[in-house]
């Protein structure tokens, strides 16, 4: 089946020095909205726990940004980008790349999983322990230095793929509520070079409102250890309307004068 694209109007702002802002990026909706043909690779396992990409991508309102060119580049330290939805019922995303020797950057290249640019998280900068890597969380953007974490999401799903040259290296994603509870960790261990790997979790009300990264290296001396996501997907339940709430009220009204 073809997939669907919402067609939007896509912006790119530099916002300050180690931030960029990405404004209403198409999203791509359908069974092939994650991981489609024309990526540079295709999913190479199975994370454990996982959400499936059948599941992610047919739940209701599911879309997925396959393109991350704009945002900041050629930095080091800690990097944010920013996705900024101006209408509907989208939450704007923060995503923050921590201590690394360059990070936060849009990669046309060979770790993409889709025909897009892959999101350069980092390399060089990996310890030999569980490290922090990424931060994605959900909330309202109004400038770089005003962003409010306030929202969740119901299902959440993104590619993680390797260097080709990469360290063994065990990568964790853990899912979290509004209330810092965890919702579900995901691990897969021993990631070889040019992997592509698919986390994601799904919860039947918006309560996904951050996902962490972290990641674990294995022994070796390359330092090729470049880091990548593609294909970040979420979905949203909508609140009801106001006039659906009206129409309900009104109902129950009538229904206790008979």
């Known amino acids: 089946m073809k997939k669907t694209i919402q067609t939007c109007l896509l912006a790119i702002t530099a916002a300050s020095a180690n931030a960029a802002v990405m404004t209403n990026p198409t999203l791509a909706t359908g069974p092939d909205s994650i991981d489609p043909a024309g990526g540079a690779l295709d999913a190479t396992a199975t994370v454990s726990g996982a959400e499936t990409k059948a599941s992610l991508t047919s739940t209701t309102g599911f879309g997925v940004i396959q393109s991350f060119t704009g945002f900041n580049t050629n930095a080091t330290g800690t990097v944010v980008n920013y996705v900024d939805f101006t209408s509907g019922s989208n939450p704007d995303i923060r995503l923050t ?68 040259k990469n360290l063994p290296r065990t990568i964790t994603a853990t899912f979290f509520d509004s209330s810092n509870g965890v919702l579900d960790t995901q691990t897969f261990s021993n990631a070889p070079a040019s992997s592509a790997l698919l986390f994601g979790h799904i919860e039947p009300t918006n309560a996904i409102s951050r996902v962490e990264l972290t990641v674990t290296n294995g022994t070796g001396t390359d330092a090729d250890n470049g880091l990548f996501i593609d294909d970040l997907g979420f979905a949203v339940i909508p609140e009801p309307s106001v006039a659906l709430l009206s129409f309900v009220s009104l109902g129950l009204l009538l229904r206790r004068r008979r």
């Not at 922090?132 to 909330?139: C, E």
């Open 97 to 164: 790349s921590l201590s690394f020797n360059t990070s936060g950057g849009a990669q046309s290249n060979n770790f993409t999983t889709s025909a897009g640019t892959s999101f350069f998280i980092g390399s060089g900068g990996f310890t030999g322990v569980g490290q922090k890597a990424l931060i994605i969380d959900f909330g309202s953007f109004t400038s770089p230095s005003t962003f409010t974490a306030d929202s969740a999401v119901s299902a959440l799903g993104f590619m993680v793929t390797t260097a080709a």
